[in-house]
C-alpha cells in the first residue's frame, strides 16, 4: 500500500482536473502542486521544457505519489511545433518519471484518447479498451503514446482520459464554452462524424485517490457512458438548456481548418476500471443536466 502519510506532487496543478486532483489528494496527503504560467494559490512554478525536477522545493524522500497533469495539451500547438513541444510532452515529462522512479514512486501520468487513430469502421465508433493497439495519427498522440510505453515499460500507472467536463463554473471548457454561446443565441458548428465520451473532472480526481489507494498500477481507461457524436452531445445541451436545437449546424470534422488531420473516434472503453470502482462514473447526460441546473 501507499504510506499515505508522505506526500504527493502534482505536476499541472492549475488546469480543472489538476485543480480537482489537489482537492482529492489533500483530504489525505500533503500536496505540492505546480504551475507554468497561471500560478495557483499554493502552487510552485515548474516549467517541464528546462526545469530540472531535482530543483522542486520538496523533499523527494518523503514523497508517496507523483501525478503527471501537465503539459501542451492543444493538439494545434503540438503540430505546429513537434520538436518545442516535445521538450514539454515527452523530455521534460521523462525527466519527472525517471525521477520518481529512481525514488522508488511509481507515477501516475495521465494520458488521452489520442493515442488512437480515430478511424470510424463503417461510420460508426468502437470504442477502444486497453488491449487495442495504439496508433496514433497526431503529434500530440504519438507523444503520449511515447511517455505511455516509458511509463508501462517500468513501474507506474497510466491512465487514458476522454474529453474532460468541469462543474465549476470558472473553469469553462467544452460545455459550458457551448452553453454559453447557445444561450446567446450564438449558432455553433458541431461535427456529426466525431465521437466521444464525456468524463467528469472530479470522477478523475477520485479514481487518482483510488489508484494511490489500491495500488493500481499499469494501463486503464478513464471514461464514462455513454459515446455520442459532437453534434449528439451538442444538441442534448441545447434541448436541456431549452434553446432552438436549430442553433446546432451539423458539419463534419473535415470542414474545420485544422493543422493535421484529427481522429474522429475519441471514444474509450472504460468499463474494466468501472469494473474496479466502488462508485458509477457521473454519465455525460448526467453533466449536462448538472451544468444547466448550475446557470
Ligand atoms: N482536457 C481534456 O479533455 C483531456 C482529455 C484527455 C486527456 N487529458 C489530459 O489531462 C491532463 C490535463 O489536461 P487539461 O486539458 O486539463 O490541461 P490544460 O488545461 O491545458 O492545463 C495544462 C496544465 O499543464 C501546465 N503546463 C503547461 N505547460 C507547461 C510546462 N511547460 N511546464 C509545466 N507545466 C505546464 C499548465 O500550467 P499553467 O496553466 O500554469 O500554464 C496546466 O496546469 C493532460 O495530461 C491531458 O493530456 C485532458
Same mark, same amino acid.
Given at each position: 500500500m501507499t504510506d499515505l502519510s508522505k506526500g504527493a506532487l502534482?505536476?499541472?496543478?492549475?488546469?480543472?482536473?489538476?485543480?480537482?486532483?489537489?482537492?482529492?489528494?489533500?483530504?489525505?496527503?500533503?500536496?505540492?502542486?505546480?504551475h507554468h504560467k497561471n500560478p495557483g494559490p499554493t502552487t510552485v512554478a515548474f516549467d517541464l521544457e528546462g526545469d530540472d525536477p531535482g530543483s522542486l522545493p520538496i523533499d523527494w524522500g518523503n514523497l508517496g505519489s507523483v501525478v503527471v497533469a501537465g503539459g501542451l495539451t492543444k493538439l494545434d500547438v503540438c503540430a505546429q511545433d513537434p520538436e518545442a513541444s516535445a521538450r514539454v510532452n515527452v523530455e521534460g515529462t521523462l525527466r519527472v518519471i525517471r525521477r520518481a522512479?529512481?525514488?522508488?514512486?511509481?507515477?501516475?501520468?495521465?494520458?488521452?484518447?489520442?493515442?488512437?487513430?480515430?478511424?470510424?469502421s463503417n461510420g460508426e465508433p468502437r470504442p477502444k479498451t486497453?488491449?487495442?493497439?495504439?496508433?496514433?495519427?497526431? /503529434?500530440?498522440?504519438?507523444?503520449? !503514446?511515447?511517455?505511455? +510505453?516509458?511509463?508501462? =515499460?517500468?513501474t507506474g500507472t497510466v491512465l487514458r482520459l476522454s474529453k474532460l467536463v468541469s462543474t465549476w463554473p470558472e473553469d469553462g471548457g467544452f460545455l459550458p464554452d457551448l452553453a454559453a454561446r447557445l444561450l446567446h443565441s450564438e449558432p455553433v458548428r458541431a461535427a456529426t462524424d466525431q465521437f466521444l465520451n464525456l468524463t467528469w473532472t472530479e470522477d478523475v480526481a477520485r479514481v487518482i485517490g483510488f489508484a494511490i489507494a489500491e495500488n493500481l498500477s499499469g494501463l486503464w481507461? /478513464?471514461?464514462?457512458?455513454?459515446? !455520442?457524436?459532437?453534434? +449528439?452531445?451538442?444538441? =442534448?445541451?441545447?434541448?436541456?438548456?431549452?434553446?432552438?436545437?436549430?442553433?446546432?449546424?451539423?458539419?463534419?470534422?473535415?470542414?474545420?481548418e485544422l493543422d493535421e488531420p484529427r481522429?474522429?473516434?475519441?471514444?474509450?472503453?472504460?468499463?474494466?476500471?468501472?469494473?474496479?470502482?466502488?462508485?458509477?462514473?457521473?454519465?455525460?447526460?448526467?453533466l449536462i443536466s448538472d451544468i444547466v441546473r448550475r446557470g
Amino acid at each position: 500500500m501507499t504510506d499515505l502519510s508522505k506526500g504527493a506532487l502534482v505536476v499541472g496543478a492549475t488546469s480543472s482536473v489538476g485543480k480537482a486532483i489537489c482537492r482529492e489528494l489533500s483530504q489525505r496527503q500533503e500536496v505540492v502542486g505546480t504551475h507554468h504560467k497561471n500560478p495557483g494559490p499554493t502552487t510552485v512554478a515548474f516549467d517541464l521544457e528546462g526545469d530540472d525536477p531535482g530543483s522542486l522545493p520538496i523533499d523527494w524522500g518523503n514523497l508517496g505519489s507523483v501525478v503527471v497533469a501537465g503539459g501542451l495539451t492543444k493538439l494545434d500547438v503540438c503540430a505546429q511545433d513537434p520538436e518545442a513541444s516535445a521538450r514539454v510532452n515527452v523530455e521534460g515529462t521523462l525527466r519527472v518519471i525517471r525521477r520518481a522512479q529512481q525514488f522508488g514512486i511509481a507515477p501516475i501520468f495521465l494520458s488521452s484518447d489520442a493515442v488512437f487513430s480515430g478511424a470510424l469502421s463503417n461510420g460508426e465508433p468502437r470504442p477502444k479498451t486497453e488491449t487495442d493497439p495504439a496508433d496514433p495519427i497526431t /503529434v500530440y498522440g504519438r507523444q503520449k !503514446r511515447a511517455v505511455e +510505453d516509458v511509463v508501462l =515499460g517500468s513501474t507506474g500507472t497510466v491512465l487514458r482520459l476522454s474529453k474532460l467536463v468541469s462543474t465549476w463554473p470558472e473553469d469553462g471548457g467544452f460545455l459550458p464554452d457551448l452553453a454559453a454561446r447557445l444561450l446567446h443565441s450564438e449558432p455553433v458548428r458541431a461535427a456529426t462524424d466525431q465521437f466521444l465520451n464525456l468524463t467528469w473532472t472530479e470522477d478523475v480526481a477520485r479514481v487518482i485517490g483510488f489508484a494511490i489507494a489500491e495500488n493500481l498500477s499499469g494501463l486503464w481507461h /478513464v471514461a464514462a457512458e455513454p459515446v !455520442r457524436s459532437r453534434y +449528439d452531445w451538442s444538441i =442534448g445541451l441545447a434541448r436541456e438548456l431549452g434553446v432552438s436545437e436549430g442553433l446546432v449546424r451539423p458539419c463534419s470534422l473535415s470542414d474545420f481548418e485544422l493543422d493535421e488531420p484529427r481522429p474522429k473516434d475519441c471514444s474509450l472503453d472504460g468499463s474494466r476500471l468501472q469494473q474496479r470502482l466502488p462508485w458509477t462514473l457521473r454519465t455525460g447526460d448526467q453533466l449536462i443536466s448538472d451544468i444547466v441546473r448550475r446557470g
